[in-house]
């Protein structure tokens, strides 16, 4: 008898089962999706919750102290989220991404790391397996999270000027802090670290100049900048155009310090153009997902902390694999699912936005940041 195939759609989530013991399965070779875009790269949200209200993100308004996070029974466990990364392997995922809200608050995480790095690829190659942070207590974690298996981190900063920066994460988290997390962070080897700053005009562009500088002269080139175009995510941050600083105008700021020349591409779908200084001293690079779409080769998938299998960062709905997970289904009928739903994936919602009208009061909520990261 073949394997049946469970109809993501008609799932609803069933009481816990007892685990069912993980096992190999076959790889499914290259997986393309409606437009021809391969599974390549996973990121996990392992909470909901962040320490920070920024306000492109959670802001405070919103997300206050009367806010619901999902409990505890609803998050995946660590076992869960192996055994589905295992699953997305063997269909040609190469690089995991933890993400949150903020991940370092997700008690005993290094545990989960330490399960993610013995999983292979096909050809049994070992995984890139980074981590996205605020740096609020990436300092303290560092060396453990380097140790368990984490090889790179990538660091959420928005500026320099301690003001600034409390004024946008909104919790009055100073700056300093977050710098310490970054030299620890370099000193244990959880490298090359990227530094993402998402920018907002009249906000925060006067740091661009600040951050590049520091980072360029302070680091030896170790660390890359990531200049990004604030993006209409979700439904919260009461995102505008005309707060929107293109990256070609950043670019045009940042060479006033000197000399920037293109370099190619180091993955295909990667979604930062990236520049070197000429004089050596590292690179940059510019995340232009509003002005210039990157989705003809996006290739990333997106899990909800609860378990939400999400094709695309403006999605409106996800589909439910912790149903799956917890009503007795086998790898085989997970993976046939997958399989099924990345099949049928023509989602391309930055390259449309343009000829999108605005959308209509009482439609579908994009989902938020916060729920399934960056």
């Known amino acids: 008898m073949g394997e049946t195939v469970i109809p993501l759609a ?61 409990p505890q029974t609803s998050l995946l466990s660590f076992e869960e989220i192996t055994r589905l990364a295992r699953i997305f392997v063997a269909h040609g995922v190469q690089k995991i991404r933890l993400t949150g809200g903020e991940p370092l608050l997700r008690k005993g995480l290094e545990a989960l790391i330490a399960m993610l790095a013995d999983l292979r690829t096909p050809d049994g190659d070992r995984l890139d397996i980074t ?24 660091v959420s900063l928005d500026g320099l000027d301690d003001a600034t920066f409390r004024r946008m994460n909104d919790v009055d988290f100073p700056v300093a802090d977050v710098l310490d997390g970054i030299r620890a962070a370099d000193a244990a080897g959880l490298g090359p670290i990227k530094v993402n700053m998402v920018v907002k005009r009249g906000t925060n562009d006067q740091e661009i100049l600040p951050m590049a500088r520091y980072f360029r002269d302070q680091f030896g080139g170790r660390i890359v900048l990531r200049f990004i175009e604030y993006m209409d995510v979700g439904a919260s941050n009461g995102w505008r155009m005309d707060e929107v600083l293109p990256s070609a105008a950043v670019l045009q700021r940042l060479q006033a310090l000197g000399e920037l020349r293109p370099l190619d591409p180091t993955v295909p779908g990667e979604t930062a153009e990236r520049w070197a200084w000429a004089d050596g001293r590292g690179e940059i690079g510019l995340i232009s997902s509003v002005t210039q779409a990157f989705c003809h080769d996006c290739n990333r998938a997106r899990l909800s902390t609860e378990g939400k299998l999400f094709l695309c960062l403006f999605a409106t709905r996800g589909h439910d694999l912790r149903a799956l997970l917890r009503s007795g289904a086998s790898d085989a009928d997970i993976t046939s ?16 936005r343009a000829a999108q009208p605005a959308a209509p009061a009482g439609g579908e909520r994009r989902v938020e940041m916060h729920y399934i990261g960056g």
């Not at 008609?10 to 599974?39: E, F, K, Q």
């Not at 453990?144 to 990538?154: F, I, M, Y």
């Not at 994936?345 to 930055?350: A, I, N, P, Q, V």
Request: aromatic share 8%.
């Open 10 to 70: 008609d799932l609803r989530y069933a009481a816990p089962v007892p685990a069912i013991p993980a096992r190999a399965i076959p790889a499914t070779g290259l997986l393309a999706d409606a437009l021809g875009r391969p599974l390549r790269d996973l990121r996990i949200s392992v909470t909901d919750r962040c320490n920070f209200r920024c306000s492109y993100c959670m802001p405070k308004e919103i997300f206050d102290r009367d806010y619901v996070f999902l």
């Open 131 to 154: 981590l996205t942070t605020n740096g609020s207590v990436l300092a303290r974690k560092a060396a453990a999270l380097h140790a368990a298996g984490l090889q790179r981190v990538t």
């Open 337 to 352: 699912a997958l399989a099924a739903v990345w099949a049928g994936r023509d989602d391309r919602y930055s390259e449309l």
